[in-house]
């Protein structure tokens, strides 16, 4: 979220009411941003994304002074047509075509009011088009240019300027190498075939948009008193609100604003290819006021709905019945909820009253859950202490220091955008983490006995991936679960495991099979313990575990008994490798188990 | 004052019952043991506990005793080697000492040791014949007289042994220190010396005399099953005594915690949601009207899966049907009367594994799956949640969310206060407020702050709001109102635990969770 220093004595002659510390400071929590500090010069106020409008002291005074109720309704906005034209031409690059623009006379400018103009550009830039992703702002002294400005498509190996901070003439392809804003932004442009230009009558090239504007006619300082303001981009929507943000600005800052008459190539654009720009005059929307009542539990009339609404901003037509007019710099206002939404933030949230209703809804645990929660218990029960690690791990810890090869390698879920190489993998198991702690716990009492039930995820295998990409199968999966219809989805299967690891001098296989005998006991599935071979423990010394239930199936006749039997292989045990013990600096002997939990439940389902 | 010295006498352990009296007479712990007739472990095990009662003083001597060796206890039978060689040669003439030594009185190697002492002492010539490469001694005057007189190395074997050190007179000493150095002869060693001695307490306890009669001290299964104890007393123990620590098995307090939380929400009717922690982002945000150029999609806030890096949609979850419909709300609205954001929405971008960025993904996914008739319904769910951040002390990169949604035709905003008043007052939060914030999926979207109860600031545990048009008719395919909200977990537990650094939480230190106190609001 992006935060402003406002001036503040700038905002509160804007805001038109001088409140008190405390009030000041429960009022702009109240309207919905959130206060950072504030000091008798600056005030610094996170803005939520979706009210870019208040991302200057004169969008957010122009808000406020409302709320606290200095004024009402619509903010006045007046224009006249300056009569000049900026033609939008079809050679633009089909990644940039639209270009807004207009003309702001009159400004007193001084280094605070140029701080203010730039701070707002800049803050647009960063969340209404999203780092100049969706449209590029630009601003210019109108004396240096000559009218008619045409917005076109230009080879980039044809033109040449001096941008912005340089004394120098350079190609487009030298400032996407060498100037700051082409290293920053050059990548939005760079693959275009055409770039595109703002040209002015006299053939000057003013600016390439979005990257940079020309030194010599593109820049303003204090002198400056008449302002040409553009913006372009892919998204006229975006850009046209960010024009009316700025014109809106500039005119509470005392400028005299002037409309310049967009001539599009392109006929599907405004009327027939023509509209004025900044076009300031209020949206219009129904306010549904047996809606906003209901969502919010009050029983408002539509004179208190509309003095709401005009707390907020809005103006209430008098020509159509309750229809609510949004000012042309509102870019959050899509639906009746929004309108609510504001009634509610006028109403003040802190002003509701708040009930539990007496709706009768059935509770419900996740069964799988209580069944983990029911494992957990037997494990407390023989003295284990429980652990909760991290999902994302490393391969590193996962396969290498476990002692495991390329094989089991591949089929770790791998993060793409890691910030560091120790948390770059979701876990495929357990174990690797509740060594990682016997590791980290040397110092502390033994025996160290760990348990540890969470989620791990693995990539489908392949074969099963050409049976997901047939779109057939999809149709014919017959499952409700929800997690097996998620991995269908992302190719990652989750489980959850049951990791147990037994750690003191006399540790041994005999205590690990004991443990999970009792576990598997407890839950009346007979098991056999076959030897195997796993590289993370002893040779020898390491089981599969299979467990089997038996079905009795009675057919209607109640004579013949039909046995079903249903064998799963559901864990690993056995005596840690002193080479895996080694990797992870444990001293102690440590004998452990991993159990598929989901498996088990399933099975226990059946 | 009596009732003190008597409660001492009634908890007294039977081997304190047995050397306590001793201790009048005796002090050494040599003799305690003799009288006793215990074992020394058990007198001193004894004599410790009326020590730690402040019965008795133990004193501790080390004291330096001589001790004869094997060579030691025979040369005080059968002479000093020297003290030999010296009356072998008492004729007073040269002998040649390969042969002309009486070989039954002493032996070759001690014959060696005799020259060199002797020669020390100025009692023997030696005579080298280099020719024959023989040694020849004879007595000189000196050595005439000692013949007549006690060496002080045989006046020190003559003592009873063993004897201490510091009794020996100090011209001696030289002697002692060279009898030390040969070979068996003797050794001295370090005692510790042990006396018992009674405080006036101990006097006391005593004087009001400690019944003899036998008590029983542990209850054994002999006892219970003779019925013996019926005719003794039990000694009474003193019950304040610390004891070593032990710890039982013990579940992790963000689990206790968790259970805690789902208890909550069983026992207001809500269901618990699941599901999985790598989702398409279709589900976790293009499902709850997330624009897909949202910042939140970005690389540096949500961690993206390098392979898979794309999920299969459409599926039996994201039907064509469902997909459409949410791509023409984004586009512009569709049939939720909204205008939608008004951009082109991209099945690719929609397609890209990431790890849930918040279980509201579960509520979309629920939603998804609700029928009409199933309303009004209340779920909820806890899980784990990811955001691409470095961790820190206030941040994590993974933990834990409580989700829920109340989908009811008659649900409105105060509902929603109430619920998280509800939960925050079950969490020991009494005070709960809510301030305007912006969530792309939520309407009346609120930030949940909770006044901490003794440092009195505000603390934001969360977000809450109703669910807007644009998520609900897609995935319901009707727009009834859907509060929802979802809570941080790792911020109660900090503060409840009062950690200074949330990565206490996952750190796994095995101390710290078996001795944190139980998670009990």
């Given at each position: 979220?992006?935060?402003?220093?406002l001036?503040?004595?700038?905002?509160?002659?804007?805001a038109?009411?001088k409140?008190?510390?405390?009030k000041?400071?429960?009022?702009?929590?109240l309207?919905?941003t959130?206060?950072?500090?504030?000091?008798?010069?600056?005030?610094h106020?996170?803005?939520?994304?979706?009210?870019?409008?208040?991302?200057?002291?004169?969008?957010f005074?122009?808000?406020?002074?409302?709320f606290?109720g200095?004024?009402?309704?619509?903010?006045?906005?007046?224009s006249?047509?300056s009569?000049?034209?900026?033609?939008?031409?079809?050679?633009?690059?089909?990644?940039?075509?639209?270009?807004?623009?207009?003309?702001?006379?009159?400004?007193?400018?001084?280094?605070?009011?140029?701080?203010?103009?730039?701070?707002l550009?800049?803050?647009?830039?960063?969340?209404?088009?999203?780092?100049?992703?969706k449209?590029?702002?630009?601003?210019?002294?109108?004396?240096?240019?000559?009218?008619?400005?045409?917005?076109?498509?230009i080879?980039?190996?044809?033109?040449?300027?001096?941008?912005?901070g340089?004394?120098?003439?350079?190609?487009?392809?030298e400032?996407?190498?060498?100037h700051?804003?082409?290293?920053?932004?050059?990548?939005?442009?760079?693959?275009?075939?055409?770039?595109s230009?703002?040209?002015?009558?006299?053939n000057t090239?003013?600016s390439?948009?979005?990257?940079?504007?020309?030194?010599?006619?593109?820049?303003?300082?204090?002198?400056?008193?008449?302002?040409?303001?553009?913006?372009?981009?892919?998204?006229?929507n975006?850009i046209?609100?960010?024009i009316?943000?700025?014109?809106?600005?500039?005119?509470?800052?005392?400028?005299?604003i002037?409309?310049?008459?967009?001539?599009?190539?392109d006929?599907?654009?405004?009327?027939?290819?023509r509209?004025?720009?900044?076009?300031?005059?209020?949206?219009?929307?129904?306010?549904?006021?047996?809606?906003i009542?209901?969502?919010?539990?009050l029983s408002?009339?539509?004179?208190?709905?509309?003095?709401?609404?005009?707390?907020?901003?809005?103006?209430?037509?008098?020509a159509e019945?309750?229809?609510?007019?949004i000012?042309?710099?509102r870019?959050?206002?899509?639906?009746?909820?929004?309108?609510?939404?504001?009634?509610?933030?006028a109403?003040g949230?802190?002003?509701?009253?708040?009930?539990?209703?007496?709706?009768?809804?059935?509770?419900?645990?996740?069964?799988?859950?209580?069944?983990?929660r029911?494992?957990?218990?037997?494990?407390?029960?023989?003295?284990?202490?429980?652990?909760?690690?991290?999902?994302?791990?490393n391969?590193?810890?996962?396969?290498?220091?476990?002692?495991?090869?390329?094989?089991?390698?591949?089929?770790?879920?791998?993060?793409?955008?890691a910030?560091?190489?120790?948390y770059?993998?979701?876990?495929?198991?357990?174990?690797?983490?509740?060594?990682?702690?016997?590791?980290?716990?040397?110092?502390?009492?033994?025996?160290q006995?760990l348990?540890?039930?969470g989620?791990?995820?693995?990539?489908?295998?392949?074969?099963k991936?050409e049976?997901r990409?047939?779109?057939k199968?999809?149709?014919?999966?017959?499952t409700?679960?929800?997690?097996?219809l998620?991995?269908?989805?992302?190719?990652?299967?989750?489980?959850?495991?049951?990791?147990?690891?037994?750690?003191?001098?006399?540790?041994?296989?005999?205590?690990?099979?004991?443990v999970?005998?009792y576990?598997?006991?407890?839950?009346?599935?007979?098991?056999?313990?076959?030897?195997?071979?796993?590289p993370?423990?002893?040779?020898?010394?390491?089981?599969?575990?299979?467990?089997r239930?038996?079905?009795?199936?009675?057919?209607d006749?109640?004579?013949?008994?039909?046995?079903d039997?249903?064998?799963?292989?559901?864990a690993f045990?056995?005596?840690?490798?002193?080479?895996?013990?080694?990797?992870?600096?444990?001293?102690?002997?440590?004998?452990?188990?991993?159990?598929?939990?989901?498996e088990?439940?399933?099975?226990?389902?059946? | 004052?009596?009732?003190?010295?008597?409660?001492?006498?009634?908890?007294?352990?039977?081997?304190?019952?047995?050397?306590?009296?001793?201790?009048?007479?005796?002090?050494?712990l040599?003799?305690l043991?003799?009288?006793?007739?215990l074992?020394?472990?058990?007198?001193l095990r004894?004599l410790?506990?009326?020590?730690?009662?402040?019965?008795v003083?133990?004193?501790?001597?080390v004291?330096?005793?001589?001790?004869?060796?094997?060579?030691?206890?025979?040369?005080?039978l059968?002479?000093?080697p020297?003290?030999?060689?010296?009356?072998a040669?008492?004729?007073?003439?040269?002998?040649?000492?390969q042969?002309?030594?009486n070989?039954?009185?002493?032996?070759?190697?001690?014959v060696?040791?005799?020259?060199?002492?002797?020669?020390?002492?100025?009692?023997?010539?030696?005579?080298?014949?280099?020719?024959?490469?023989?040694?020849?001694?004879q007595?000189?005057d000196i050595?005439?007289?000692?013949?007549?007189?006690?060496?002080?190395?045989?006046?020190?074997?003559?003592?009873?042994?063993?004897?201490?050190?510091k009794?020996?007179?100090?011209?001696?000493?030289n002697?002692?220190q060279?009898l030390?150095?040969r070979?068996?002869?003797?050794?001295?060693?370090?005692?510790?010396?042990?006396?018992?001695?009674?405080?006036?307490?101990g006097?006391?306890v005593?004087?009001?005399?400690?019944?003899n009669?036998?008590v029983?001290?542990?209850?054994?299964?002999?006892?219970?099953?003779?019925?013996?104890?019926?005719?003794?007393h039990?000694?009474?123990?003193?019950?304040?005594?610390?004891?070593?620590r032990?710890?039982?098995?013990?579940?992790?307090?963000?689990?206790?915690?968790?259970?805690?939380?789902?208890?909550?929400w069983?026992?207001?009717?809500?269901?618990e949601?699941?599901?999985?922690?790598?989702q398409?982002?279709?589900?976790?945000f293009?499902?709850?009207?997330?624009?897909q150029?949202?910042?939140?999609?970005?690389?540096?806030d949500?961690?993206?899966?390098?392979?898979?890096?794309?999920?299969?949609?459409?599926?039996?979850?994201?039907?064509?049907?469902?997909?459409?419909?949410?791509?023409e709300?984004?586009?512009?609205?569709r049939?939720?009367?909204?205008?939608?954001?008004?951009y082109?929405w991209?099945?690719?971008e929609?397609?890209?594994?990431?790890?849930?960025?918040?279980?509201?993904?579960?509520?979309?996914?629920?939603l998804?799956?609700?029928?009409?008739?199933?309303?009004p319904?209340?779920?909820?769910?806890v899980?784990?949640?990811?955001?691409?951040e470095?961790?820190?002390?206030?941040?994590?990169?993974?933990?834990h969310?409580t989700?829920?949604?109340v989908?009811?035709?008659?649900?409105?905003?105060k509902?929603?206060l109430?619920?998280?008043?509800?939960?925050?007052?079950?969490?020991?939060?009494?005070k709960?407020?809510?301030?305007?914030?912006y969530?792309?999926?939520t309407n009346?979207?609120?930030?949940?702050?909770?006044?901490?109860?003794?440092?009195?600031?505000?603390m934001?545990l969360?977000?809450?709001?109703?669910?807007?048009?644009?998520?609900?008719?897609?995935?319901?395919?009707?727009?009834i109102?859907?509060?929802?909200?979802?809570?941080?977990?790792?911020?109660?537990?900090?503060?409840?635990?009062?950690?200074?650094?949330?990565?206490?939480?996952?750190?796994?230190?095995?101390k710290?969770?078996?001795?944190?106190?139980?998670?009990?609001?």
């Open positions: 979220m992006p935060t402003v220093t001036n503040r004595q700038v905002f509160e002659k804007l038109g009411k409140l008190t510390e405390e000041l400071k429960d009022r702009i929590a309207i919905g959130d206060l950072e500090s504030l000091n008798e010069k600056e005030i106020v996170e803005v939520f994304p979706n009210r870019p409008d208040m991302l200057s002291e004169q969008g005074g122009r808000a406020f002074k409302t606290i200095a004024a009402k309704g619509l903010h006045e906005f007046k006249e047509s009569g000049y034209k900026l033609f939008v031409e079809s050679s633009l690059p089909k990644e940039w075509p639209y270009a807004v623009a207009f003309i702001a006379r009159n400004l007193k400018l001084d280094a605070e009011k140029v701080r203010e103009i730039i701070q550009q800049e803050k647009l830039g960063m969340t209404l088009t999203r780092k100049r992703k449209g590029g702002l630009g601003l210019y002294p109108l004396e240096k240019i000559k009218f008619p400005v045409r917005f076109k498509g080879e980039p190996k044809k033109i040449r300027f001096v941008p912005l340089f004394s120098k003439e350079m190609g487009a392809l400032i996407l190498e060498h700051p804003k082409g290293k920053e932004y050059g990548h939005i442009c760079r693959d275009w075939d055409k770039f230009v703002f040209v002015d009558d006299n090239i003013m390439m948009p979005p990257l940079i504007n020309s030194d010599t006619v593109g820049k303003i300082d204090e002198s400056t008193t008449e302002l040409f303001v553009e913006g372009t981009g892919p998204d006229l975006v046209t609100y960010a009316n943000i700025i014109a809106a600005s500039l005119y509470d800052m005392g400028a005299k002037e409309t310049i008459e967009m001539m599009y190539d006929k599907k654009v405004g009327k027939e290819g509209f004025d720009v900044p076009d300031m005059a209020a949206r219009k929307m129904k306010i549904d006021y047996d809606y009542n209901r969502m919010l539990g408002l009339g539509k004179k208190e709905v509309n003095g709401f609404l005009e707390q907020m901003g809005y103006g209430i037509d008098k019945n309750d229809v609510a007019l000012a042309a710099y870019a959050d206002i899509l639906h009746q909820a929004d309108l609510m939404e504001d009634v509610a933030i109403y949230y802190d002003n509701f009253t708040s009930e539990i209703p007496k709706v009768a809804t059935i509770a419900e645990e996740d069964a799988e859950d209580n069944f983990i029911h494992v957990s218990d037997i494990f407390v029960g023989l003295g284990f202490t429980e652990a909760n690690t991290y999902h994302i791990s391969k590193n810890e996962l396969i290498n220091k476990m002692n495991l090869s390329e094989k089991e390698d591949v089929q770790v879920v791998e993060l793409a955008n910030l560091t190489e120790d770059n993998s979701v876990r495929n198991w357990i174990l690797p983490n509740l060594l990682k702690i016997l590791s980290e716990n040397k110092h502390n009492e033994f025996p006995n348990f540890e039930i989620v791990v995820a693995r990539k489908v295998n392949e074969k991936e049976e990409e047939d779109k199968l999809n149709a014919m999966i017959s409700d679960n929800l997690s097996l998620t991995s269908q989805e992302t190719g990652v299967e989750e489980f959850k495991r049951l990791g147990v690891a037994i750690c003191h001098n006399n540790a041994d296989f005999t205590q690990a099979k004991q999970i005998e576990l598997l006991k407890l839950l009346q599935l007979p098991n056999e313990i076959l030897p195997v071979e796993h993370s423990f002893v040779p020898g010394r390491v089981g599969r575990v299979i467990v239930k038996v079905n009795n199936k009675e057919d006749g109640n004579e013949v008994e039909e046995r039997n249903v064998e799963r292989k559901i045990i056995g005596e840690i490798h002193p080479k895996v013990l080694a990797n992870f600096g444990i001293e102690t002997p440590v004998v452990a188990f991993e159990l598929n939990v989901t088990i439940f399933d099975l226990l389902k059946l | 004052m009596t009732t003190d010295i008597k409660a001492i006498a009634d908890q007294l352990h039977p081997l304190e019952r047995k050397v306590f009296p001793l201790v009048e007479r005796f002090s050494k040599d003799d043991v003799t009288e006793s007739s074992q020394q472990v058990e007198v004894a410790q506990w009326l020590q730690n009662k402040k019965l003083i133990l004193k501790e001597e004291k330096e005793l001589a001790v004869l060796g094997e060579n030691g206890k025979k040369y005080k059968n002479k000093l020297e003290r030999r060689f010296l009356e040669l008492a004729d007073g003439k040269e002998h040649d000492i042969s002309g030594i070989p039954v009185n002493i032996t070759k190697e001690e060696n040791v005799s020259i060199g002492i002797l020669k020390v002492k100025n009692a023997i010539n030696v005579r080298k014949d280099a020719e024959k490469n023989i040694l020849f001694v007595l000189t050595g005439k007289k000692l013949l007549k007189e006690k060496l002080t190395e045989e006046k020190i074997l003559e003592k009873d042994f063993p004897f201490e050190v009794h020996l007179p100090k011209e001696d000493k002697s002692l060279y030390v150095k070979k068996g002869l003797l050794e001295i060693d370090l005692y510790k010396i042990r006396n018992a001695v009674l405080t006036d307490l006097r006391n005593l004087k009001a005399g400690i019944s009669e036998e029983i001290d542990r209850i054994s299964p002999d006892l219970l099953k003779t019925g013996s104890w019926k005719t003794k039990f000694r009474a123990y003193n019950i304040k005594t610390s004891v070593s032990v710890f039982g098995g013990r579940r992790h307090f963000m689990n206790e915690a968790i259970d805690y939380v789902k208890r909550i069983l026992d207001l009717g809500f269901k949601m699941k599901g999985n922690i790598v398409p982002s279709f589900w976790n293009d499902a709850l009207f997330t624009p150029d949202h910042p939140a999609r970005e690389m540096q949500t961690f993206f899966i390098k392979n898979p890096n794309l999920a299969y949609i459409p599926s039996k979850a994201a039907s064509k049907e469902l997909i459409k419909n949410i791509q709300t984004h586009e512009y609205g049939k939720t009367g909204s205008t939608g954001w008004r082109d991209n099945i690719e929609a397609r890209k594994n990431v790890l849930r960025t918040h279980t509201t993904v579960l509520s979309a996914q629920t998804a799956r609700l029928k009409e008739s199933d309303l319904a209340k779920f909820f769910s899980g784990t949640v990811f955001r691409n470095t961790l820190d002390w206030k941040h994590l990169f993974e933990f969310q989700d829920c949604i989908v009811d035709p008659n649900a409105n905003f509902h929603l109430g619920y998280l008043k509800d939960f925050f007052k079950n969490m020991g939060y009494d709960v407020r809510f301030r305007p914030a969530f792309p999926y009346c979207s609120t930030e949940v702050e909770v006044l901490h109860p003794i440092q009195k600031k505000w934001e969360g977000g809450a709001g109703i669910f807007r048009s644009e998520v609900v008719v897609p995935l319901l395919g009707k727009d109102p859907v509060l929802a909200w979802g809570l941080g977990l790792e911020r109660i537990l900090m503060d409840y635990y009062e950690f200074n650094d949330l990565r206490d939480i996952y750190k796994n230190d095995l710290l969770i078996r001795e944190s106190k139980l998670f009990l609001r």
